[in-house]
């Protein structure tokens, strides 16, 4: 008995579906938003400061006056057009939801940074990219 126990688990763990080692999934931060009707939504003020791109990781760092950053929203969303031409052209929008959860009476500069994971958007038939932070003066290559 102790024998058929053994080998109907080993049997299980061998037919258990594994994830092809070819295809890694780059996670890094909260997805992009592709939401062609949440592309104008208001935003309210702030300033960014830095943003960079690593492999299909998107970081930005912004600032704008209030107490803390505790309660801050970042969202990152585009319509999910990618122009074709060589290299492709695609954009996304920094939308600054819920500043006043961090007291936006105060008035100091608070600065906080995000990461974005842009897997979703960014396949590979998408890729090399110059990738616009619309609003801003911000184009990244992406490759």
């Known amino acids: ?4 126990c053994t080998v109907l688990v080993a049997f299980c763990l061998l037919s258990c579906e594994k994830s092809d080692p070819d295809t890694p999934r780059e996670l890094c931060g909260s997805a992009i938003i592709i939401d062609a009707d949440r592309v104008n939504d208001p935003s309210d003020g702030f300033g960014l400061l830095e943003a960079s ?4 990781c998107l970081t930005v760092t912004i600032a704008t006056t209030g107490c803390s950053s505790q309660g801050w929203e970042l969202d990152l969303v ?4 990618i122009a074709e031409s060589l290299p492709t052209q695609s954009g996304a929008r920094l939308i600054f939801t819920n500043p006043a959860a961090g007291g936006i009476t105060c008035q100091a500069e608070i600065q906080e940074t995000y990461v974005f994971d842009l897997s979703d958007y960014l396949t590979e038939g998408a890729l090399p990219t ?5 609003g801003t003066d911000r184009v990244l290559e992406i490759e």
């Open 1 to 4: 008995m102790k024998y058929i």
């Open 53 to 56: 791109v690593e492999g299909k």
């Open 78 to 81: 585009t319509s999910g057009n």
């Open 130 to 134: 110059r990738f616009t932070l619309d």
